[in-house]
């Protein structure tokens, strides 16, 4: 095989210790100080495609998770959901082939369209990946290319003896010349501890809302920012919350004309804080190009934000209306935008105010007519305390002394 390793684990990063590569993960985009000590490990068999098996404690660079987009065609939607979950969640995760084929390398005809292959032909491969977490759920999708740590001990003292880095590729390429089989990956990865225990579904009791009096109830979770079902259940009718993975969450609903969210009412206030992170949110170049900022909520003593926005999208003035992705049209041909009530999660540089956006999670995704107002949004009061505890979600403002 000649290049069995090279999509799998850098031999060079093997030999060092995990001190250090842990002390220059601290450095790394998306970990924030004191953060190194809060990923997840755990103990776990790793197969790869060649049949060569690990054991050892594994962990993700900190402060960065899972990302799983489930696969448009195999879900009969137009877009992939996103999962996103670290590994304290997870039972076992598989990876298969969904595509394999070869290409060549090319060149363009000087001044033609032309193409002109070269070489001998090389392979790709895409794999999916299916999860089982520990609630017995079942997701699969393409997962974003993600780097696995594994930490090898001597079964007899305990000492570490190894450190391994994987790459779980969400496309693997060889060089030309190489087959399918020299592309060597992680087939299964199988925790050998018990990990979180986590709920399929949580019942949502509201103790000063009527359930009656709101309309498309949304939920995302708070750490991850993930969109999660809510929906009756079949035998009394409440109201769950499925699939967070052992994650609180958000919730956010319709009343009338108008969308609300569960937010702290501190967190509307015009402090000094909620202007200096309104300047950077406003100055952020985004796709939604008109925005308002709802309410912030600061969190490990502001080192990071979370961010209430109302978004839009509005056309520039002789806007292509054809640009797939960008902007749509009805099937009378009229032009088509979209808004959003959104959480962003920020990393904020506590002596500059400097804020970095790191990751974002959205309640809706609407899309109106060109003309048309933006509707309302605000926050709810009645949304807000939101309380995991005993298998269930307590929301509203009587929960006094627990912890949120």
């Given at each position: 095989?000649?290049?069995?390793?090279?999509?799998?684990?850098?031999?060079?990063?093997?030999?060092?210790?995990?001190?250090?590569?842990?002390?220059?993960?601290?450095?790394?985009?998306?970990?924030?100080p004191?953060?190194?000590?809060?990923a997840?490990?755990?103990?776990?068999?790793?197969l790869?495609?060649?049949?060569?098996?690990?054991?050892?404690?594994?962990?993700?660079?900190?402060?960065i998770?899972f990302?799983?987009?489930?696969?448009?065609?195999?879900?009969?939607?137009?877009?992939?959901?996103?999962?996103?979950?670290?590994?304290?969640?997870?039972?076992?995760?598989t990876?298969?082939?969904?595509?394999?084929f070869?290409?060549?390398?090319?060149?363009?005809?000087r001044?033609?369209?032309?193409?002109?292959?070269?070489?001998?032909?090389y392979?790709?491969?895409?794999?999916?990946?299916?999860?089982?977490?520990?609630s017995?759920?079942?997701?699969?999708?393409?997962?974003?290319?993600?780097?696995?740590?594994?930490q090898?001990?001597?079964?007899?003292?305990?000492?570490?003896?190894?450190?391994?880095k994987?790459?779980?590729?969400?496309?693997?390429?060889?060089?030309?010349?190489?087959?399918?089989?020299?592309?060597?990956?992680?087939?299964?990865?199988?925790?050998?501890?018990?990990g979180?225990?986590?709920?399929?579904?949580?019942?949502?009791?509201?103790?000063?809302l009527?359930?009656?009096?709101?309309?498309?109830?949304?939920?995302?979770?708070?750490?991850?920012?993930?969109?999660?079902?809510?929906k009756?259940?079949e035998?009394?009718?409440?109201?769950?919350?499925?699939?967070?993975?052992?994650?609180?969450?958000f919730?956010a609903?319709?009343?009338?004309?108008?969308?609300?969210?569960?937010?702290?009412?501190?967190?509307?206030?015009?402090?000094?804080?909620?202007?200096?992170?309104?300047?950077?949110?406003?100055?952020?170049?985004?796709?939604?190009?008109e925005?308002?900022?709802l309410?912030?909520?600061?969190?490990?003593?502001?080192?990071?934000?979370?961010?209430?926005?109302?978004?839009?999208?509005?056309?520039?003035?002789?806007?292509?209306?054809?640009?797939?992705?960008?902007?749509?049209?009805?099937?009378?041909?009229?032009?088509?935008?979209?808004?959003?009530?959104?959480?962003?999660?920020?990393?904020?540089?506590?002596?500059?105010?400097?804020?970095?956006?790191?990751?974002?999670?959205?309640?809706?995704?609407?899309?109106?007519?060109?003309?048309?107002?933006?509707?309302?949004?605000?926050?709810?009061?009645?949304?807000?305390?939101?309380?995991?505890?005993?298998?269930?979600?307590?929301?509203g403002?009587?929960?006094?002394?627990?912890?949120?």
């Amino acid at each position: 095989m000649k290049s069995a390793q090279k999509n799998i684990c850098r031999p060079e990063a093997c030999l060092k210790p995990l001190v250090v590569m842990a002390a220059m993960l601290v450095f790394l985009p998306g970990a924030l100080p004191g953060q190194e000590a809060k990923a997840p490990r755990r103990q776990a068999s790793l197969l790869l495609s060649d049949g060569t098996v690990f054991e050892g404690t594994i962990l993700l660079t900190p402060g960065i998770d899972f990302r799983l987009v489930a696969i448009p065609s195999e879900t009969g939607t137009k877009f992939g959901k996103v999962n996103s979950f670290n590994l304290d969640v997870v039972k076992e995760m598989t990876f298969s082939p969904l595509r394999e084929f070869y290409r060549k390398h090319f060149r363009f005809k000087r001044g033609t369209a032309t193409k002109i292959y070269e070489g001998e032909p090389y392979p790709i491969r895409e794999p999916k990946c299916t999860v089982v977490f520990n609630s017995g759920e079942t997701r699969t999708g393409i997962l974003h290319s993600t780097v696995l740590y594994l930490q090898e001990k001597d079964p007899g003292t305990g000492v570490t003896v190894r450190n391994r880095k994987f790459i779980l590729r969400a496309k693997q390429k060889g060089d030309p010349g190489d087959e399918l089989s020299d592309l060597v990956y992680v087939e299964h990865i199988k925790m050998l501890d018990e990990g979180r225990k986590i709920e399929k579904s949580l019942d949502i009791e509201f103790l000063s809302l009527d359930p009656d009096s709101m309309g498309d109830l949304r939920a995302i979770t708070r750490e991850t920012l993930t969109s999660v079902p809510v929906k009756a259940a079949e035998r009394d009718g409440k109201l769950k919350v499925f699939s967070t993975l052992g994650e609180n969450v958000f919730l956010a609903t319709r009343i009338g004309d108008r969308y609300v969210a569960g937010w702290p009412e501190e967190g509307t206030k015009r402090t000094e804080l909620f202007e200096a992170v309104e300047k950077e949110f406003m100055e952020l170049v985004d796709y939604y190009n008109e925005r308002e900022l709802l309410g912030i909520l600061p969190l490990d003593g502001g080192r990071r934000v979370l961010t209430l926005a109302k978004l839009r999208r509005q056309a520039p003035a002789g806007a292509y209306r054809g640009m797939p992705g960008f902007f749509e049209v009805d099937g009378n041909g009229e032009l088509m935008e979209f808004f959003r009530l959104s959480v962003w999660l920020w990393n904020r540089d506590l002596e500059t105010g400097n804020m970095v956006l790191v990751d974002r999670g959205s309640f809706y995704r609407q899309r109106l007519h060109a003309e048309a107002k933006t509707p309302e949004m605000g926050i709810c009061p009645d949304l807000w305390p939101v309380v995991k505890k005993d298998g269930k979600i307590i929301v509203g403002k009587e929960q006094k002394g627990v912890e949120q």
